[in-house]
């Protein structure tokens, strides 16, 4: 037993400086125990810099601290060399029972007193010895040490109960989501399903009104080509007989005989009935073209519904993003993530405006265009709108030149005729705009206009969450600056919009 007592870790007997058993074992206020010239003679090293550090812990003392013998581990090493017995190894050492106890007894033991440290110094947060109270921690906030043990502990106690209530309902979250999930798919097969069925109802309606409007066409087609045909072969059948009636007429017109030209004139000269003009029924030169264009009118109406439905549908489906919300984009990259193509609505667009580039650029001309008359198009104002709507996350750019530009979205039903200020982007509550000029940036919406700061560039970014209610207006050269940010909630879908000012153009990117 007594031999174990000794072999105790290199670590706790042995000087971190010389790496020998200790001698003259002394112990710095960080706890750490050295040779006594060991640390003397490091810290001689140190002087010059007017700070001294412990060549383990890196702890720095100023001034230079004055060392006092640690007695137990002397007596401990003294022990050891009487017994002529060296410190095992330290990847051979046998740490048992009595070297724990002894480490802990040694913890616990004040290095400037060599009293056991019952108390607990509040005020510098460290334990401390009876004399310490006394000394250097004389007139600080000092209890003993079982009383802020029994203090901590009702503290960790409750930490602990905190923590379990938080497991406990994490999990019961855990459980929510899970039957989240499960409702979400199943809802989605389901409408996946339905979808599909109405889809092919749909499709087979459109097959047979297909099927049917050919068959008409082919019918009449069939109809009026029997029609003329009866009635060219009749005119033909006329036109032959008119030809013989002339070659007779021709005959007798040579006749010499006078009696004879008068007694076969009579029945030469009778013409039988002409077919009458009015009888030729001409259509115009369109023909069927007024079935292309019921066609073609079914068609926009369609397409309209649909586009109206899709939105809806859209609307719908990203609500499932407000169980876990997205963290806003932050580089460039990010933002491309959710960048998409949109387009200018010809249908929308002001006559001051041209479109091109595929309706994506829009420019200010004096010449006013010959667009047809539409209820969706801007009639006093520079302004045009997108052909998509925009819901769930969307993110576009638009590249101004030579002049002002509008950067805007805006609801659907925003008013379109005149010259009223609720026909202009951000000045009513169904637009919000972002001006741009050479020199400066404003913010504007239901009439209010807010300056803006920030790096002046060709290229604006949007950045949309339609369903966070964020819409954020960036400026663009390589990466991205922020220079406005709306949160708010949004509560139809939304459009891009452009207004351009005189001799300038604005153009949506390609992104992809």
């Known amino acids: 037993m007594a031999q174990r007592a000794v072999q105790l870790d290199r670590e706790s007997l042995s000087c971190p400086i010389c790496l020998d058993l200790l001698k ?13 010239n060991c640390i003397k003679d490091h810290w001689d090293k140190e002087d010059e810099k007017w700070i001294h550090s412990c060549p383990q812990c890196r702890k720095s003392f100023i001034p230079r601290p004055h060392l006092l013998k640690n007695t137990m581990l002397a007596d401990v090493v003294e022990k050891m060399k009487k017994t002529g017995l060296q410190a095992a190894p330290a990847d051979h050492c046998y740490a048992g029972p009595e070297d724990v106890v002894f480490k802990k007894l040694q913890e616990n033991i004040c ?31 000092i209890v003993s040490a079982a009383a802020e043990r029994t203090e901590r502990q009702r503290e960790l106690e409750g930490s602990r109960q905190n923590i379990h ?44 009104r297909r099927s049917d409007v050919k068959q008409q066409v082919r019918s009449q087609q069939e109809t009026d080509v029997s029609r003329v045909k009866e009635l060219q072969g009749k005119l033909e059948q006329e036109i032959t007989e008119l030809k013989r009636k002339d070659a007779e007429l021709k005959k007798l017109s040579h006749t010499e005989d006078h009696n004879q030209f008068l007694h076969n004139y009579p029945s030469l000269s009778a013409l039988s009935e002409s077919t009458h003009s009015s009888s030729i029924d001409i259509r115009p030169l369109k023909y069927f073209e007024d079935v292309t264009a019921a066609v073609s009118e079914v068609r926009d109406k369609l397409q309209d519904v649909l586009r109206e439905t899709w939105t809806n549908i859209s609307l719908t489906v990203t609500e499932v993003d407000v169980l876990l919300p997205q963290p806003e984009p932050k580089t460039r990259a990010d933002f491309l993530r959710y960048s998409c193509e949109i387009t200018l609505d010809p249908n929308t667009a002001n006559t001051n405006l041209l479109l091109s580039e595929g309706n994506r650029k829009a420019t200010r001309v004096s010449q006013p265009q010959s667009y047809s008359h539409h209820p969706d198009r801007v009639t006093y104002w520079p302004q045009v709108l997108s052909r998509e709507s925009l819901t769930g996350r969307c993110y576009w750019e638009v590249k101004r030149r030579d002049g002002d530009v509008s950067v805007a979205v805006a609801y659907k039903n925003i008013s379109r005729a005149g010259k ?52 954020s207006f960036y400026s663009v050269s390589g990466t991205v600056t922020l220079l406005h940010r709306v949160q708010t909630t949004f509560t139809q879908p939304l459009y891009a919009g452009l207004g351009v000012g005189d001799r300038a153009s604005a153009e949506f990117c390609r992104l992809r």
């Open 165 to 208: 209530q938080r497991i406990q309902d994490r999990e019961e979250d855990v459980k929510v989501l899970q039957q989240e999930v499960e409702a979400i798919n199943r809802s989605a097969d389901k409408a996946a399903e339905h979808s599909e069925k109405i889809f092919t109802e749909l499709i087979r309606l459109m097959e047979k």
């Open 111 to 141: 290095f400037r007193h060599n009293e056991v440290m019952k108390m607990f110094c509040r005020t510098d947060q460290q334990c401390i010895c009876y004399l310490c109270s006394v000394e250097e921690h004389k007139g600080h906030d």
């Open 420 to 471: 009223s200020q609720e026909c202009l982007f951000g000045h009513n509550d169904k637009s919000w705009m972002l001006y741009c000029d050479t020199n400066s940036h404003y913010f504007w919406y239901n009439g209010v206009s807010t300056p803006v700061s920030g790096p002046r560039s060709s290229r604006v970014g949007v950045y949309l969450d339609h369903s966070a209610g964020i819409l």
């Open 24 to 36: 003259d074992p002394v112990t710095t206020s960080c706890g750490h125990s050295y040779c006594k």
